[in-house]
């Protein structure tokens, strides 16, 4: 859309999801607008919104933001199922669902995430893609809000959040799980903690305040931001604390809590061998797997595995060229597509490849190689032999006792699923239990833990018949 024209009113047909009274642009008048289009399930998008939240607070008397949410995946074109994601990411400002991109196309929007800025007078003043550009969107808001400051137009109450709240849970999204023949580790995302439970749920311990932000120290002290994945070694607890772009450790011994890797803030490592793994900013660590002396970090943010080694204290790159795909090959030059999930086992790493609906393999020689999934758009519901199945946004797996299985959380199919891993395909376990966005899973022989993200809670499944018990976390 060309700059200086009218904002076109937006479509009738979005889907408000958390406002009773949906916003007009013609009676924003006098505020500067950034219209904000974004995805569930895009990393960036993800990232932006931090940047998008800094804007918001400096320009709080006079700026108004309004999100728009254009689907990939089916899943993404319900508006409860948006909602979940609105809610899981804190957004505070008017989001309506647009399953027909038609906001997209009337503002001729190309890329997520991408913000729309509109004056004070209702005209567009520029269209800007992509993360990382919070300095400009700043400083073209600033001086909007000053120019409309200046001629007398500019309308300085602030707006008032919104919100559409989940009902109070003890957990609050959970999403990764670790289990031991003792303990159940719990990512209590939304809660910003750890949880150490027994295998009938019973709480036996508390990792991290509770509250939001990065900081070092006891138990009862240390603050997490969305921790995700997690891998014991020894007695050490590593937890991908994703919101602060690190690898925390955990001693489960002395109660300490440090960190690994990381700075706290969102940076891009290059394709290099870092000696200092605390001087390097992370992209989105997901999911961790213990491979001897190594941990494996799904790095999502720019869609590559990265490696730490723990005798050297050194972090370097271990597959994925950090550009989006699903093409096979040799480590180095094989991408993916937001990989969330990991598992090890037999000197092979598995990969739940979230964007691309796929899992992947990486050989002990670091050749990597696609087990289902046939393409970034290429998603359904479909099982079968390797070529014919079609996932839609898996975000997580664990390998059986034996071997052979290899479990996934097909999370916008609201499904567990086995895939055989002696080339047998993929197929639905059917259970008599609702699923609502699983988004983690943990084995151990005759057991399965599913952490069923949407509905806040953590289930155990009993392979041998099936049964599916909740289990009372916190309650």
């Known amino acids: 859309m060309a700059a200086h024209t009218i904002a076109p009113e937006l479509p009738p047909t979005l889907q408000w999801l958390n406002v009773q009274q949906p916003p007009a642009l013609d009676k924003l008048r006098g505020r500067v607008v950034l219209l904000h289009f974004f995805n569930a399930a895009n990393v960036n998008s993800l990232h932006f919104l931090q940047e998008l939240r800094a804007v918001e607070a400096r320009h709080h008397d006079g700026l108004s933001v309004i999100g728009i949410h254009t689907p990939k995946f089916d899943h993404e074109r319900h508006a409860a199922n948006v909602l979940k994601t609105v809610n899981q990411w804190h957004v505070r400002h008017p989001v309506a669902n647009d399953p027909d991109w038609s906001a997209w196309q009337q503002f001729g929007i190309q890329a997520w995430p991408s913000v729309a800025v509109i004056d004070a007078e209702g005209r567009v003043a520029g269209i800007v893609a992509g993360e990382g550009h919070r300095g400009q969107i700043e400083s073209l808001v600033g001086s909007l809000l000053d120019d409309a400051a200046n001629r007398d137009i500019r309308f300085y109450e602030p707006m008032q959040p919104v919100s559409r709240p989940e009902p109070r849970t003890p957990l609050r999204f959970p999403t990764k799980l670790l289990a031991t023949e003792s303990a159940l580790f719990v990512a209590d995302a939304g809660h910003n903690r750890i949880l150490e439970c027994t295998h009938d749920g019973r709480v036996i311990r508390q990792i991290g305040t509770g509250t939001m932000g990065y900081l070092d120290g006891k138990f009862g002290d240390a603050a997490f931001n969305e921790p995700q994945g997690m891998a014991l070694i020894k007695d050490m607890l590593y937890v991908a604390d994703r919101g602060n772009h690190c690898v925390r450790r955990v001693h489960m011994i002395t109660g300490e809590v440090d960190t690994m890797a990381g700075t706290g803030v969102h940076g891009h490592p290059a394709t290099q061998d870092y000696p200092e793994p605390r001087q390097v900013a992370l992209n989105s660590p997901w999911a961790l797997a ?3 002396e ?101 975000t997580d797996l664990a390998v059986d006792a034996n071997g052979q299985i290899l479990w996934l959380v097909d999370t916008y199919n609201n499904k567990l699923k086995a895939v055989s891993l002696r080339g047998g395909g993929a197929k639905s376990i059917n259970l008599a239990y609702k699923f609502h966005q699983p988004s983690g899973i943990a084995s151990l022989p005759g057991k399965l833990f599913v952490a069923n993200t949407a509905a806040h809670e953590v289930v155990r499944i009993d392979t041998s018949n099936g049964q599916v018990t909740r289990l009372p976390i916190g309650e």
């Open 290 to 292: 213990a491979a001897g």
């Open 294 to 394: 190594k941990l494996l970090i799904a790095m999502a943010g720019q869609h590559q595995i990265w490696a730490l080694d723990l005798n050297r204290r050194r972090l370097n790159l271990y597959s994925g060229t950090g550009k989006i795909g699903r093409d096979d090959g040799a480590g180095l030059f094989a991408p993916f597509a937001k990989p969330t999930g990991l598992a090890y086992a037999n000197q092979v790493l598995y990969v739940a490849d979230a964007d691309g609906s796929a899992i992947r393999a990486v050989r002990s020689d670091g050749r990597v190689q696609t087990l289902v999934g046939a393409g970034l758009y290429e998603f359904g519901d479909i099982d079968g032999p390797p070529a014919q199945v079609r996932l839609q946004h898996p």
